[in-house]
């Protein structure tokens, strides 16, 4: 069974750090681009982050850019999120997806991500 699971999430003030991680299973992933969205109280889902599949090529929303970075590690099948400078409006739900594989361009288009885990909540207070 194919599956995407994230930890990490928390309470953590404004200006702290969380790292967020999808471990995924039941399949290899080193080729599949991966992505991070997240879903705030009352709004849609927006895109994060994203990594290729090939040549580990990134790409970020503006909002994050510069305090966000994704990265992923072959060997234990995981990707991560790296979150510094945290602000009251990153506070949502954050999901990890799998997209197309053997992708070399950045893809942040949720409909291109076909395997979604089941989220982990980020909460920054003020």
């Known amino acids: 069974q194919v599956q995407l699971v994230e930890s990490g999430g928390g309470l953590v003030q404004a200006g702290g750090s969380l790292r967020l991680s999808c471990a995924a299973s039941?399949?290899?992933?080193?080729?599949?681009?991966m992505g991070w969205f997240r879903q705030a109280p009352g709004k849609e889902r927006e895109f994060v982050a994203t990594?290729?599949?090939?040549?580990?090529?990134?790409l970020y929303a503006d909002s994050v850019k510069g305090r966000f970075t994704i990265s992923r590690d072959y060997a234990k099948n995981t990707v991560y999120l790296q979150m510094n400078s945290l602000k009251p409006e990153d506070t949502a739900v954050y999901y990890c997806?799998?997209?197309?594989?053997?992708?070399?361009?950045?893809?942040?288009?949720?409909?291109?991500?076909?395997?979604w885990g089941q989220g982990t909540q980020v909460t920054v207070s003020s």
């Open positions: 990594i290729s599949g090939i040549g580990g090529n990134t």
């Open positions: 039941g399949r290899t992933f080193s080729n599949y681009a």
């Open positions: 997806a799998a997209g197309p594989p053997y992708s070399i361009t950045p893809r942040r288009r949720e409909d291109e991500y076909e395997i």
